[in-house]
């Protein structure tokens, strides 16, 4: 069984740019959550995805947005950068998305630096 | 809305004495409640959960217990080695759905 994988691992932007990060889910996970985590901080949820549709926001702007593909696997995006925006974005997946004890299965995140 | 609150600070401490981390809650209705951990390199991994109220998580020798009535989730474990050394969330979901709140973190350092 592969667990969650996503890519790239690093990414240098700057101020202003578009970038996009993908993940592929656990095998059998129709769910897909991004976290954001700023240094020293815990993560914050970001979206999460069930079955190619977005099924819940956090509280980030509309230039954060993200697709499911029937595969399940799931790509975030993000448009003009902004220096705030470096941080470890992590990606989960798990079961069906409506069971608040469905363990989520995080992969390694990718660090995006903003200069 | 719903939110996580850990005690400040990171947390140093001698091989095999007792850790507790503290968690406190505020949530609507009867939120799953989670331990995450994050060792140096590694991913977010879950340690322990629990569904209901006075339910007990435990897991590698760290039990937390759900206390609703005073919306609690404190990690304990007796006997600390060096490789617990790492970074411990606590987490919610509420009803009806998995996004996870998470807390600040606590790091915690195990000297030998």
């Known amino acids: 069984e592969t667990g969650v994988t996503q890519s790239p691992t690093h990414l240098i932007k700057t101020r202003g740019q578009q970038v996009t990060l993908r993940c592929s889910s656990q095998?059998?996970?129709?769910?897909v959550s991004w976290y954001q985590q700023a240094l020293g901080q815990g993560p914050q949820f970001i979206f999460q995805?069930?079955?190619?549709?977005?099924?819940g926001r956090g509280n980030f702007p509309p230039r954060f947005s993200g697709l499911q593909f029937p595969n399940y696997s799931s790509e975030l995006n993000v448009n003009a950068l902004e220096l705030d925006d470096s941080a470890l974005y992590l990606c989960?997946?798990?079961?069906?998305?409506?069971?608040?004890?469905?363990?989520?299965?995080f992969g390694p995140g990718t660090r995006l630096t903003v200069l | 809305g719903n939110s996580v609150t850990q005690m400040e600070g990171p947390v140093t401490l001698s091989e095999e004495a007792f850790l507790t981390i503290n968690c406190t809650y505020t949530?609507?209705?009867?939120?799953?409640l989670f331990w995450y951990v994050q060792y140096p390199g590694e991913g977010l991994q879950l340690l322990l959960k629990?569904?209901?109220?006075?339910d007990k998580g435990s897991n590698k020798g760290f039990e937390a217990t759900y206390r609703k009535e005073t919306t609690s989730f404190h990690l304990e474990k007796g006997s600390v080695q060096v490789s617990d050394s790492a970074v411990y969330f606590c987490?919610?979901?509420?009803?009806?759905?998995?996004?996870?709140?998470f807390g600040k973190g606590n790091q915690v350092v195990v000297i030998p």
């Open positions: 095998s059998g996970h129709n769910t």
């Open positions: 987490a919610l979901s509420e009803q009806g759905n998995n996004r996870l709140a």
């Open positions: 989960a997946s798990s079961l069906e998305a409506g069971v608040s004890y469905n363990e989520q299965f």
């Open positions: 629990a569904t209901k109220a006075d």
């Open positions: 995805y069930y079955r190619e549709e977005e099924n």
């Open positions: 949530a609507t209705g009867y939120p799953s």
